[in-house]
T-cell receptor, first 112, second 114 residues
Framework: EDQVTQSPEALRLQEGESSSLNCSYTVSGLRGLFWYRQDPGKGPEFLFTLYSAGEEKEKERLKATLTKKESFLHITAPKPEDSATYLCAVQAGSTSYGKLTFGQGTILTVHP | DVKVTQSSRYLVKRTGEKVFLECVQDMDHENMFWYRQDPGLGLRLIYFSYDVKMKEKGDIPEGYSVSREKKERFSLILESASTNQTSMYLC?????????????FGEGSRLTVL
């Protein structure tokens, strides 16, 4: 059974204080790992796709990296508007049609 | 801009009522999904559809059914609502491609069953 575990459950940062979120996964043949951002009362919004170990993607203050067992979402000099829940999801090699398994998310709060 | 629209943002229903949640996408996507999101449990897949009139069970299909009569519309049906179906329901769509996990989500429908 595919599993995704995110840590920490919640993270509080001061504005400008860089940190990382972790996503550990167990999957039979990783087809892709995905990061989403979810604001309160909204649906998740796609951020990144990573396909193979060693791959990195960047978008503004966010950088996602991937190893064979986990992914990190690095947040550099965060701002209050980066506050959101960050979700990690995997697609296994045995699945199709975009079927994903999600982690429980990390709630990030950035204080000014 | 890509858009997935869920017809109701908030619903309150009684136990035993039949509930319809509607979702429409304007991107001509083949795949559509229904997830529910609960604190501590994350997003769990209820049903998905990869073509008109086609449907596949997800991880938690019990108590739910779906309908996809047109490509742009995917409906979730609770035949007899129960209190344990109180949740946030999220509809999503994606292109028909085995590699993509880029789902486009609606804003969600928060259902309360009394």
């Amino acid at each position: 059974e595919d599993q995704v575990t995110q840590s920490p459950e919640a993270l509080r940062l001061q504005e400008g204080e860089s940190s990382s979120l972790n996503c550990s996964y167990t999957v039979s043949g990783l087809r892709g790992l995905f990061w989403y951002r979810q604001d309160p009362g909204k649906g998740p919004e796609f951020l990144f796709t990573l396909y193979s170990a060693g791959e990195e993607k960047e978008k503004e203050r966010l950088k996602a990296t991937l190893t064979k067992k986990e992914s990190f979402l690095h947040i550099t000099a965060p701002k209050p508007e980066d506050s959101a829940t960050y979700l990690c999801a995997v697609q296994a090699g045995s699945t199709s049609y975009g079927k994903l398994t999600f982690g429980q998310g990390t709630i990030l709060t950035v204080h000014p | 801009d890509v858009k997935v629209t869920q017809s109701s943002r908030y619903l309150v229903k009684r136990t035993g009522e039949k509930v319809f949640l509607e979702c429409v996408q304007d991107m001509d996507h083949e795949n559509m999904f229904w997830y529910r999101q609960d604190p501590g449990l994350g997003l769990r897949l209820i049903y998905f559809s990869y073509d008109v009139k086609m449907k596949e069970k997800g991880d938690i299909p019990e108590g739910y059914s779906v309908s996809r009569e047109k490509k742009e519309r995917f409906s979730l049906i609770l035949e007899s609502a129960s209190t344990n179906q109180t949740s946030m329901y999220l509809c999503a769509s994606s292109l028909y491609h085995r590699e993509t996990g880029e789902l486009f989500f609606g804003e969600g429908s928060r259902l309360t069953v009394l």
